[in-house]
């Protein structure tokens, strides 16, 4: 892995010459985007550079726990990331737990069992290993999870009286609930399956471009691709599967009720 | 019978009996209360109709079990069988609204709630549907109905309230008294 090729910050610059040139368009046709592309951009390289700090540290010391806690931190953002993209929410403590609680359980449990059986780093818990692995499983996830939200919260609501029909009909919560789950759980998948059907035709992911940048063997980078996508996509399964049927049975109650009072308002 | 002025609670009334707000008070038919039985059996003996009927799939058909029983109540609310190819999508508020009638029967239901039944329709499909709601009055079954129209109520109530503040009061006394749904609270 000796023979990849060291950046100088002067090629970054060079690469912001683009990010100058896109801005130039946005003034031209007054786009009004420029301000932001800018912001963004700055925004991206300080996140960039702090994380590389913090790994470099995090690397160092090589402490369980103190992976843990990082991961956990993660874990907080991307839950952030899900309450966010919801139109609808379920109020109060609901809200944020039920997606930020499903996509950890999920990642940390898909993340656990790659860590002490298929990659086996020296110790398991290697930050090299673990972070990375559970960031992209995270990311997945977190996107599978919000979609999925967003579609039962909106889907219930707007066909409340679909669903209260099926309920009128004597049907239990979940039976009458059961079309509208299937929806979002599809909403949820969908991104994993366009992302895996897509794989090697129309996009090379990034993690392997990187191995492959830094002169791994494309063969070998392919291995890890697939493990990951695998991973993912069970961790994807799990999050969106908890997360839709834990705020389904939260949308209603013991007595066959549609709860949606129980959404923000 | 129930009327009373929009918005005074009729259709919520309803609603609470088969428990779909949360609601207090206790709730019987004849001996039973309702927090004794799982709330989709409930809802099953006691079927409510409300003024606009929900649907989850494009077909109607997809919205019945067919049976004989349920073609027989179709023809005497004046739908065709073929109603059941038909979309969703194109049907006209009155067949919207018989069909959730049709649905609500075909359950068998031992009492009834009506949220104006026949709002989107006209004389003659009145008519028919009033037919079917007395026939059912004949089998025993119990129905509390809401309807704005007067001379409706004094064609089909055996007695009629308004419902005014939160409070049902009796309109008039007339024959008989029905068993079956009794609210308190």
Do not use: C
């Amino acid at each position: 892995m000796a023979d990849y090729i060291l950046l100088s910050y002067w090629d970054l610059a060079l690469g912001a010459i683009f990010i100058l040139l896109n801005g130039a368009i946005s003034i031209a046709f007054r786009l009004g985007l420029a301000k932001k592309l800018f912001i963004v951009t700055f925004r991206m390289v300080v996140q960039l550079s702090i994380v590389a700090l913090l790994l470099k540290g995090i690397f160092t010391i090589s402490n369980p726990w103190i992976t843990l806690l990082v991961a956990l931190i993660m874990v907080l953002f991307a839950g952030r990331e899900i309450y966010a993209r919801q139109e609808k929410k379920l109020a109060g403590f609901w809200g944020f737990s039920i997606g930020a609680g499903s996509m950890m359980v999920a990642g940390m449990l898909v993340t656990l069992i790659a860590l002490t059986t298929q990659i086996q780093p020296d110790p398991w818990f290697k930050p090299q290993f673990a972070l990375p692995l559970f960031g992209m499983i995270l990311g997945n996830t977190m996107t599978g999870v919000s979609l999925a939200l967003d579609n039962l919260t909106t889907t219930l609501k707007r066909e409340q009286k679909a669903v209260e029909a099926l309920l009128l009909l004597g049907k239990t919560r979940f039976q009458a609930m059961l079309p509208f789950i299937r929806i979002a759980l599809r909403a949820g998948f969908m991104p994993i399956i366009n992302a895996m059907a897509a794989m090697g035709i129309v996009s090379l992911p990034g993690m392997m471009t990187g191995q492959i940048l830094s002169g791994v063997d494309p063969a070998e980078a392919v291995k890890y691709q697939i493990l990951i996508l695998l991973l993912t996509a069970g961790a994807t399964g799990l999050g969106v599967i908890s997360a839709t049927l834990l705020s389904a049975y939260r949308l209603s109650d013991n007595r066959d009720r549609l709860r949606l009072d129980r959404l923000k308002k | 019978m129930i009327s009373g002025s929009s918005g005074a609670g009729k259709s919520l009334f309803l609603r609470a009996i088969v428990d779909l707000d949360v609601n207090e008070g206790e709730v019987f038919f004849g001996d039973i209360e309702r927090n004794v039985i799982a709330a989709h059996i409930w809802r099953s003996l006691v079927a409510f109709v409300p003024a606009q009927t929900g649907w989850w799939a494009d077909k109607v058909g997809d919205h019945f079990e067919q049976s004989e029983l349920v073609d027989e109540i179709l023809l005497k609310v004046g739908l065709p069988l073929e109603v059941f190819d038909w979309q969703v999508s194109r049907l006209s508020s009155g067949e919207m609204q018989r069909l959730g009638l049709v649905r609500a029967l075909a359950l068998k239901p031992k009492f009834l709630l009506l949220d104006e039944p026949t709002s989107a329709l006209d004389k003659k499909t009145t008519n028919m549907i009033e037919v079917l709601i007395k026939e059912q009055l004949d089998n025993g079954v119990g129905i509390i109905m809401i309807s704005h129209d007067d001379e409706q109520v004094k064609r089909l109530a055996n007695r009629s309230f308004i419902l005014e503040n939160g409070e049902l009061k009796p309109q008039k006394s007339s024959r008989g008294s029905k068993k079956g749904g009794r609210k308190n609270g």
